[in-house]
Structures are given as C-alpha cells and as structure tokens.
C-alpha cells in the first residue's frame, strides 16, 4: 500500500486528479485550435490595441484625438450609422411577416436557396451587377420608366442609394433566413393552443409569437447590424467613397494601405469595432425587457 | 395551420407576397443583368443587347489571366479546407466530450471571429502577417482565412459529434481497438457526414471571403473575389462585357460548390452557422 504513493496514500496521483476534472488526453486535443486562434485572433488583435497607442508621432492617444478632432475622419461614424440602422430595421422588421408566411409553405426549399444565393455570392459581385442593373439604363430604370413612374432616370449608382440597394440585396435574405430559424423552432401547438382559447392573429402575433421569438430578434437584429456596419467593397463600387458613403470601415483601409500609418488604422478598426459594441450592447439591453424560456412547448 | 380569410388578412397576405416577388424578381434580374451583358456584342439604351457573343469569356481568361487566378484560389481553399478540418474537428471533440475549467471561455474566444466583422481584426492581422514578411504571399491568405474557419469548424462540429453516443466508443476500446482504429474504423465512418457538411461551408465561405483576402492578398496570391474587385473597381479600362464575363466565372465556380453544399446542408445553415442545430429540435 505505501508503495503506491511517496506522498500521501490515500492522494489519488495526478494524472487521476486531472482527469476527475476533465483534463486527460483526450482535452489536449483542443491544443491546436486554441494555438491557431491566440496565435491568429488574439494576438493580432491585442497588437492591434498596443499598436494604436503608439502613434507615429504624439501622445499615446494621438490617433484617437486625431481621428475625434477632423471631420473628414469622425463622419464616417455617421456616414456607416446612417447606412446601417435603417437598412438593418428594414431588412429585420421586413423579414418578420415573411419568416411567418414562409413558415406555412410546404416548399420553402426553393425559395430559401434562391435568397441564399446574394449571401454565397458575396458583395462584390452584387454590386457589380447593380452598377449595371441600377445604371441609368438598366433595367430597373427602363421598368420604371417604361411603367411612366418616372420621367427620366434616376441615378441610383455611385451614391447613398447604390450602397443602400445592395445592402438590402445581401442582407435582406441574411436577415429573412435567420429569423426564419428561429420562427420554425417555434412549436406550432402553442398557436393552436391561443387560436382555441379565442386569440385572433394579431393577438397571436403579439402576444404569444412576439414574446418568444424577441431574444432571437435581437440577436438578428445584431449580426444584420454588423455585417451591414461593415460595409467596404460596395460602399466603394456603388458609392460614393469619398463623399456621403466614406464609411469607417474605408477609413480604416486608407489610414492602414493607402497611408501606411498601421498605428492609425488599427486605432479606426478599434473606433469601429467599440462603436458597433455600443450599438448592440444598447439593443442587448432590450432583451432584459422580454420574456425568456423555452419555445418548443410540449413535453418539457 | 389556422387561416384567417377575412379581406384585412388577404390584403396583407397579398402584401407579403407581393413583397417576396419584388424581391426575388430584383434580385434575379440583378444576377441576368450580369449574365445577359457579359454574352453581349454591345447593350445600350434597349431592353436586351444587340447581338449574342461568347468572345468576351475568351477576353476577361487573357486579360485577367483566369488560369493562375484559378489555380491560386482553389490552392488556397483547399489549404484553408484541411487546415481547418484537421484543427476543427480535433478541437471540436475535446470541447464535445470532456468538461473541463476554462471551456465556456474557449467557445466564447471561437465565437468571437464569427460575430466580428473581418475588416475589424483583419487590419491588425494584416499588419502583423505584413511584419512577420508573410503578407502578400499564399500562407498570408491562408493563415488570414483560418481565422473564421478554424471556429466555423468547431462551432458546426460540437452538436455533431454530441450527438454521437460515447458508449459506441467505449464499445470499440472494451473489444480492443487501438487509437488509431478507434478513429479510422469507428469516429471517421461517423464523423464524416458533419465534416462533410461544415467543409463544404467553409469552402463557399473561403471562395466568397473578400475582406480577409483583399487585406493579405500580394499580387500572386489574389483569389478570384479579389481579383474581380480590382477588375471592377477600374472599370473604365476594360470593357463591362469582359469584366461581367469574369464575374459570372466567379459566379459559376462558387454556385458549383454551393449546389454541392445544399446537397448535405439547409440553406439557413449557411447564415445561421452553428445555431441551427439548437434552434430546430
């Protein structure tokens, strides 16, 4: 019995002890992609941090006094703000009376692989095919004009409108499928069940589905934001990248490749990322308000 | 189904839908616009193009020299593909099968690049891989990618491989078997439709990327994305026709993959990421 242990004897040894906690072989596993992401995520972002307190010249916040004190950098804040939130309320608010009609269809198939496909595609390319589609004589256009809603072209490209439209194009279907996830986790007996004791459709609505479905909303609501905050290649291809559509994440890209001041694009890409943090913490903070439990029903 | 058939219900129903078609109906003609014109002799000012013309394709192959861009794109993703099946899947059946101190902050730092956009951690990224002196090359893009792949991986993988009974396992070592065919014979067989469905994303995702490639991409290393950017961003230099040419290349090459994909996947997977599978019980 002693020989067992040269310490205490009824110690398990440590490699006993270790796996009673979860840690044996089998955790080392998850070594590589913890190496990959501090390697790849976490040091190049606290780098990012360091870096832009150690400006090219100045005081250590010397960017961020710079990027506050000119207009030409800090309305970017407002330029990418007034892109994102209504493009992201639309596309949220607008996906919700679809997600809920959508959920009825017995082929919804075709339709979700038809919106999935401005979300494979990627920006780049809707927006070269709205730099054409939008044109003054594109099709769009010409529908309009031959419908005599308009007289003349509108221009649709290379200002706020062109970012606007493509922002829709790509997160309308981001926004619509997401939502719908979550509406069809909801159990359809919990609406039967209001539908028996008398409720109409809108009472089902907010009452029953609102209630259940807000946490899901708002998470949509956040990742629509972000994606939508992030805007870069459209805002340079259908904008007006030095004008009303110099978004933040441009900025960024200027001060970092086109300056090669890396302190200063790094401080931007930080701007961006607390403001984007403001925005949702603010619409987190929403979700306090509803209710929270299971939505599935039935038995527990 | 409870149907309301009341006049205010049809009107909205006829909204809803009336809502859908538009949609759909502009966003085909935004994809056909690209098509139609790339196949064009010449399109101004009429509905459709004057005359029909494949030449363009041969053009935007020369001009934008297609095949290396090709070879490189596919180089990368492959490499981005089995760099993260490999580290993805291992990490994913550690965090799936053991508890231990430390977990619930190693999810929360692999969700992390899936919530940021790319452009926020990619310029410091870009910085650093610039400094280490492997920016601009082929592993600068690669290593750049692996940051939304490696936790995309996982993050798909976990409910997966939770799923999968551990008695089966445990079965397998009370017979005898060895690690090796443990895994082989036993895990791999199991493993291999969640690892074929989280590939495939990852391998759409890779070939759209823009941002983290634009960062890190040297003149060698662009991927067709990139490459079509750069193509429509001086768009006055060559003709809309071949530049529209190259974009249906791209179009065509990542709706490929994507076909393939939808075959083991729903399409909402492919937004709502690793969250489908809690969502739908």
Not at chain 1, 94 to 117: D, H, K
Not at chain 1, 119 to 137: E, F, I, K, Q
Not at chain 2, 17 to 41: E, K, P, Q, Y
Request: net charge positive; hydrophobic share 55%.
């Amino acid at each position: 019995m002693s020989a067992v242990a040269a310490g205490s004897p009824s110690r398990p040894s440590l490699r006993k002890r270790l796996s009673a906690r979860g840690l044996d072989a089998t955790t080392l596993l998850v070594l590589p992609g913890i190496v990959v992401t501090l390697a790849l995520f976490v040091y190049p972002f606290l780098y990012g941090v360091v870096d832009s307190l150690v400006p090219k010249q100045g005081p250590w916040f010397a960017n961020y006094l710079k990027f506050f004190s000119e207009p030409f950098q800090y309305d970017t804040i407002f330029a990418t703000l007034w892109l994102a939130l209504p493009v992201t309320i639309i596309n949220v608010l607008v996906a919700i009376p679809i997600a809920f009609r959508v959920r009825l269809m017995r082929r919804q198939r075709l339709l979700t692989t038809i919106l999935v496909l401005p979300v494979t595609l990627g920006t780049v390319l809707v927006a070269d095919g709205l730099l054409n589609y939008l044109g003054p004589r594109g099709w769009f256009n010409r529908t309009l004009m031959f419908l005599d809603l308009i007289d003349h072209p509108i221009r649709l490209t290379n200002n706020y409108w062109g970012v606007f439209a493509s922002l829709i194009i790509t997160g309308f279907p981001f926004a619509f499928l997401l939502t719908l996830s979550y509406v069809t986790g909801i159990d359809p007996a919990i609406e039967q069940a209001a539908a028996t004791l008398g409720a109409k459709a809108r009472q089902r609505f907010t009452r029953i589905f609102l209630p259940l479905l807000a946490p899901g909303l708002i998470v949509t609501f956040c990742l629509a934001f972000v994606q939508a905050f992030s805007v870069f290649p459209s805002a340079i291809l259908l904008g007006a990248p030095s004008g009303p559509t110099r978004v933040i994440a441009i900025a960024a890209y200027q001060a970092a490749f086109e300056q090669y001041d890396h302190s200063m694009g790094a401080a931007i890409a930080i701007i961006m990322g607390l403001v984007q943090l403001v925005v949702i913490l603010a619409v987190l903070s929403l979700r306090q308000v509803f209710y929270r439990g299971p939505a599935a029903g039935g038995k527990g | 189904m409870i149907r309301d058939n009341g006049l205010a219900s049809r009107l909205w129903r006829f909204a809803i839908w009336a809502i859908v078609a538009l949609f759909v109906l502009n966003l085909l003609g935004v994809i056909l616009a690209v098509v139609v014109n790339s196949l064009s002799t010449r399109w101004l000012g009429t509905w459709l193009p004057l005359g029909w013309t494949t030449h363009w394709y041969v053009d935007a192959w020369r001009e934008f020299q297609l095949t290396p861009v090709l070879i490189v794109t596919f180089e990368i993703v492959f490499a981005v593909v089995v760099i993260s099946g490999l580290v993805g899947v291992t990490t994913a059946y550690a965090l799936a099968r053991r508890d231990f101190p430390g977990k619930r902050l190693m999810v929360l730092i692999f969700l992390l690049p899936l919530l940021l956009p790319p452009l926020t951690y990619g310029i410091p990224l870009a910085t650093v891989l610039y400094r280490l002196g492997v920016g601009g090359t082929f592993w600068g893009v690669v290593l750049a990618n692996l940051v939304p792949a490696v936790p995309f991986v996982v993050l798909v993988m976990i409910p997966f491989i939770e799923q999968i009974d551990p008695r089966i396992e445990q079965a397998a070592r009370v017979f005898g078997a060895s690690t090796t065919s443990l895994f082989v014979r036993i895990l791999l067989p199991l493993l291999l439709p969640g690892m074929l469905a989280a590939l495939l994303l990852v391998l759409v995702r890779t070939l759209a990327m823009f941002e983290l490639t634009f960062l890190t991409a040297g003149p060698t290393s662009q991927t067709l994305v990139v490459s079509l950017y750069y193509a429509v961003f001086a768009s006055g230099v060559r003709a809309s026709q071949s530049i529209d040419a190259m974009a249906v290349v791209y179009m065509v090459t990542t709706l490929f993959w994507l076909v393939i994909a939808l075959q083991f996947v729903n399409p909402t997977q492919i937004v709502a990421r690793s969250r489908q599978q809690t969502a739908n019980p």
